[in-house]
């Protein structure tokens, strides 16, 4: 597409509603249960050329001091150089690539993008269902998404572990990804 192009093409701008935006993950604890934990320090904007959601640009940035697991002690190691060290590393961010429509009799979406996390920019894919849009009671536009996708830990450097005397380990190398997403925009 030439520039002139894309300068006549209406690209409306959507803010990330952290109120109404959850981000999760799940990992294996002790190769035998499942661990889930969440962020709640959410901040993102969702470029849509001509409201066409299949050529959306995405950015988000998740603060990952806001981690929680239900569990203080946990969430306190989780902020420690052995995990997501905070202190030098306080956020991770996602910049879309593109987005592939996966149908286009549905709101089925694939999102690639770069997952910057514990200063390691690695591609990632999520799968994403346009669940709607909608307009609030305030007159504002708003459209929801949820998403999954997966990662491995240990390619973003969050390689600690132990090893159990069963062979197995304390922490699982795959993080399932989960999120539900409001986004909204003023009314032209």
Do not use: C
């Not at 806001?66 to 910049?95: C, G, I, N, W």
């Not at 999102?111 to 690695?122: A, F, I, N, P, S």
């Amino acid at each position: 597409m030439t520039t002139q192009a894309a300068t006549l093409e209406n690209v409306t701008p959507w803010q990330v509603d952290p109120a109404h935006t959850h981000v999760e993950f799940a990992v294996k604890h002790l190769m035998i249960a499942t661990v889930r934990g969440r962020f709640s320090e959410i901040t993102g904007t969702v470029s849509v050329p001509n409201n066409d959601f299949s050529r959306a640009q995405v950015e988000a940035t998740i603060g990952v001091a806001s981690v929680d697991t239900r569990e203080p002690q946990r969430d306190a190691h989780l902020k420690s150089p052995d995990f997501f060290e905070v202190d030098k590393y306080p956020t991770m961010t996602f910049r879309s690539r593109r987005v592939e429509h996966a149908s286009r009799d549905t709101n089925q979406y694939r999102l690639v993008g770069d997952l910057t996390l514990h200063g390691v920019t690695k591609e990632i894919v999520l799968e994403v269902t346009l669940e709607g849009l909608a307009k609030d009671p305030y007159g504002n536009n708003r459209a929801g998404f949820s998403a999954t996708g997966k990662l491995s830990r240990k390619e973003f450097g969050l390689g600690w572990n132990q090893l159990l005397e069963t062979g197995g380990v304390v922490v699982g190398d795959e993080i399932k990804i989960s999120i539900d997403s409001q986004v909204v925009t003023k009314p032209a």
